[in-house]
């Protein structure tokens, strides 16, 4: 092939790129408000990975931001990207709990919202050795002595100990009285799930799902309203305990954007969900595909925004 | 001999040229990225996954092991040569590593550290398929309680061995632990002594606090004394390599610190900060030299250099039996294997006995490249030491606060390696000792926890503390630390006394 040729071909390439769509020139960037390797970071690289592999921008980048649950991020987001169509943030369940305990000076609501695009169920084990055997066993339990069950999961105020405190509340103790054990991560607490050090154990399904499959820990219950394909764990709501929880993640734009911009941004977020090659990193990490948007996903975020408080009122995490 | 049949397996698996490819690349990149304060194994991991992500599974988890290994390793040069541990497990090094160096005998430090960290990898990768089934199970038996009464005796034994008084080591262990104090509590999510600023609220950076007390304090304190005493330094005094001596010196310290390296890099919440003091209070106890503890004892370098690596292969052990990641490199690990959906664990060695004793073998072959890697290069580094002192410290300050800023880019990260600096400096000066401040910040959050969960769970009963046999027996030892040098002294007063 010769060099014109070679050059003729790439500018009938740039050429169809510009005409598909607005943000084919975009040099994206891709806020994650925490350290590399956690749940946020692990999203902001898949949607760089997603948005490159099928040419949807020119460029992504990721920017890590870590601290404090992710409320340094935002705010260093909301005060850096004012009016700046090229910026997105990834956030989720875990901010709206942060921002009310921390008492952050900003608030979610101050981005744009994008959409919802990933969840994780839930799961409740204990040891395999433990008499428990189903969700209604621990709930006579809990409402036999409350203080003397307890339960481990990840740190405090997170998904782990909302749902530890909804489930005391749905098998009718009093929530207030959850006794949560928080660790820093899904490993430590692991080690004091099997040893049997603690009642239950918390966590996100894909975490425990290795030891459960190996018979080592014991699923009595996932969050998630209807059971995982191919998957034999009961979902609390089919053993008549009102807990439905999801462990979700989304993409936010920055404050004050166009109406233009917030349409450009939801365009190519939706192509990217879309795509083979996030259908493919859905798979491999293990994450539901939970993709709302627009109105759908504003109305989400205020009735999880009014749960979360309720629930952090309830151990006493939240004031006000 | 199941396992050794299925190492030599992986060893197949282990000497394909691409896979030797990617861990001398591993090697090479961890051995960078330990040098430089601040940037560690598990940020490099972190930064490379996503690269790797269309790489053969077993060839980029050998990378990412290399990579942890050459860390450990990279991380104790810059201790020893310039007092600035490239991560918390070298802190121990730096101690006696950095006035060794000091002294013309940096030679022989690097020489101890290297063929020490490759003894201790070599025992401990071997304990990794002989024990780690029957360790783990030990592993998950520690419970909180337990946990917090191993960190009494890190705490008693780190005081009560730095500095020339224990007051003066414990006086440096509370200041550790009221840093330790400052960000949201880990059990409640409470914010405690952040004043209000944001950056405060995830706790103090341990490697902001080490490098400023380490090598700014360092820097602070020799240009201070400028005008005082001219300290010239010698980049090298006698052999460059280790003398027969230095042999003699080394090798139970290294034996003994991969003993306190592996098992306790095996626990869940074990680390490598607790075996690397414990070995150099050990060896501190057990010298035949104590007069040149604190002016560059090579038992105080050759211990705590092979707990560290001892340690790191520990952590292998839960990652691989249980997916439990015990350090942040660990964790790195874990999503790697989990990009290419595997998940470690117990099905894990008979799903894809290829990818983990290719791995395990791999961990051995990391271990000689690293040895050969390191060894010619010792005489490169010392050379480092014959810059003049001027350039040196300022080269050592624009080193510090790069990584800093690497790690963390705010100004309020930089504004606290000053005040620690000025901290190290002040310490320095009064004669405080520095590594137990370290030690507390590390440790004190982590004591704190362990005692609340363990309180947790006995529904507020601190007889817990004691009903455990580890943890009653730990506490036992913890106690007879403290109190022993006090009741020494008292007799040796005693029996002045009647003289």
Same mark, same amino acid.
């Given at each position: ?68 649950? &992710? ?11 004012? &009016? ?9 369940? @875990?901010?709206? &709990? ?21 969840? /994780?169920?839930? @799961? ?18 809990? $409402? ?23 489930? @005391? ?26 040893? #049997? ?6 966590? #996100?399904?894909? /975490? ?7 018979? $080592?820990?014991?699923?009595? &219950? ?41 349409? @450009? ?36 975020? $205020? ?18 | ?57 077993? !060839? ?74 029957? *360790? ?6 520690? !419970? ?112 003994? !610190? ?83 959906? *595997? ?36 005489? *490169? ?119």
């Amino acid at each position: 092939m010769s060099l014109s040729a070679v050059c003729r071909g790439l500018l009938v390439a740039s050429a169809t790129l510009f005409a598909t769509s607005a943000f084919a020139q975009m040099e994206l960037k891709v806020i994650a408000p925490a350290a590399p390797g956690g749940g946020w970071d692990q999203t902001a690289r898949s949607i760089q990975q997603a948005l490159v592999a099928e040419k949807l921008v020119r460029n992504a980048q990721v920017i890590n931001i870590p601290g404090a649950g &992710g409320t340094v991020g935002l705010a260093q987001f909301v005060n850096s990207a004012k &009016g700046d169509g090229n910026q997105l943030m990834v956030n989720g369940f @875990v901010m709206v &709990g942060a921002i009310l305990m921390n008492k952050s000076p900003v608030s979610i609501d101050q981005l744009t919202p994008i959409a919802r695009i990933t969840e /994780e169920t839930q @799961v409740m084990v204990v040891p395999a050795n433990s008499p428990i055997k189903t969700a209604q066993d621990l709930a006579a339990l809990v $409402k036999q002595d409350v203080a003397k069950v307890t339960f481990a999961g990840g740190s405090a105020g997170g998904v782990d100990h909302i749902m530890a405190a909804l489930f @005391v509340g749905a098998v009718g103790a009093e929530a207030s009285k959850v006794n949560y054990i928080a660790f820093s991560g899904g490993g430590e607490s692991l080690a004091a799930i099997l040893g #049997g050090k603690v009642t239950a154990g918390i966590s #996100g399904y894909g /975490e425990y799902e290795g030891q459960i499959k190996a018979g $080592k820990l014991r699923a009595i &219950g996932i969050t998630a309203p209807q059971r995982i394909p191919g998957v034999d764990v009961p979902t609390f709501k089919e053993q008549n305990v009102d807990l439905v929880i999801t462990n979700w993640r989304s993409v936010m734009g920055a404050p004050g954007i166009t109406a233009a911009q917030k349409q @450009v941004l939801n365009d190519l977020v939706e192509k990217m969900v879309k795509s083979a090659a996030w259908k493919d990193i859905l798979k491999q990490k293990g994450w539901d595909d939970a993709y709302l948007s627009g109105d759908g996903f504003a109305k989400f975020l $205020k009735d999880e925004q009014a749960r979360v408080l309720n629930v952090l009122k309830s151990v006493g995490l939240a004031k006000s | 001999m199941d396992a050794l049949y299925s190492l030599l397996q992986g060893l197949a698996v282990a000497i394909q040229p691409m896979n030797l490819m990617f861990a001398l690349i591993g090697v090479l990149l961890g051995t960078a990225v330990g040098v430089l304060p601040g940037i560690g194994p598990a940020l490099t991991v972190a930064l490379l996954l996503p690269v790797t992500y269309k790489l053969d599974p077993g !060839g980029s988890l050998i990378m990412f092991a290399g990579i942890y290994y050459g860390g450990m390793y990279g991380g104790s040069t810059t201790a020893i040569l310039i007092n600035t541990p490239g991560e918390s497990a070298s802190m121990a090094t730096a101690l006696e590593g950095n006035k060794m160096a000091k002294a013309g005998r940096g030679g022989p430090a690097l020489a101890t550290a290297a063929i020490g960290s490759f003894v201790a990898g070599t025992i401990a990768t071997a304990g990794i398929v002989f024990l780690a089934p029957w *360790l783990v199970e030990v592993a998950v038996q520690f !419970g909180p309680e337990d946990y917090f009464a191993l960190m009494c005796v890190a705490f008693i034994t780190v005081s009560a061995t730095f500095g020339d008084s224990p007051i003066r080591g414990l006086t440096s262990l509370f200041i550790g632990l009221t840093l330790g104090l400052i960000g949201i509590d880990k059990l409640t999510g409470q914010p405690r002594l952040a004043f209000g600023v944001p950056e405060l609220l995830d706790g103090i950076e341990i490697t902001t606090l080490a490098v400023g007390l380490f090598a700014v304090g360092e820097a602070l304190y020799v240009a201070s004394r400028r005008h005082i005493v001219q300290e010239t330094l010698e980049p090298v005094r006698g052999s460059l390599w280790m003398t027969k001596e230095d042999w003699k010196r080394s090798w139970k310290p290294w034996l003994r !610190g991969t003993l306190f390296g592996f098992p306790i890099g095996a626990l869940p919440a074990g680390g490598a900060e607790i075996p690397t003091f414990l070995s150099y209070s050990t060896e501190k106890r057990l010298t035949k030299y104590p007069e040149e503890f604190g002016k560059g004892a090579i038992e105080g370098v050759a211990g705590p250099e092979a707990a560290n690596n001892a340690s790191a292969a520990g952590t292998l052990v839960p990652l691989l039996t249980l997916g439990l990641p015990t350090s942040a490199t660990a964790a790195m690990m874990l999503a790697g294997f989990q990009q290419y959906g *595997l998940n470690p664990g117990p099905l894990l060695f008979a799903e894809r006995p290829d990818l983990v004793w290719g791995l395990i073998a791999s961990l051995f072959i990391a271990n000689i490249m690293l040895l050969v890697l390191n060894l010619p290069l010792v005489g *490169l580094w010392v050379r480092l030491l014959a810059i003049p002192q001027p350039w040196l410290y300022a080269g050592i300050l624009v080193f510090a606060t790069v990584g800093t800023v690497a790690a963390k880019p705010s100004l309020i990260e930089l504004t606290m390696l000053g005040v620690f600096g000025v901290m190290g400096f002040l310490m320095r000066r009064f004669d405080f000792p520095i590594a137990p401040v370290v030690v507390g910040l590390i440790l004190g959050p982590v004591a704190e926890s362990q005692l609340r969960r363990a309180m947790q769970i006995s529904l507020g009963d601190p007889l817990v503390l004691v009903q455990s046999p580890i943890s009653a027996t730990l506490l036992a030892i913890a106690a007879v630390a403290l109190i022993a040098p006090f009741v020494l002294r008292g007799l040796g007063r005693f029996k002045a006394a009647e003289d």
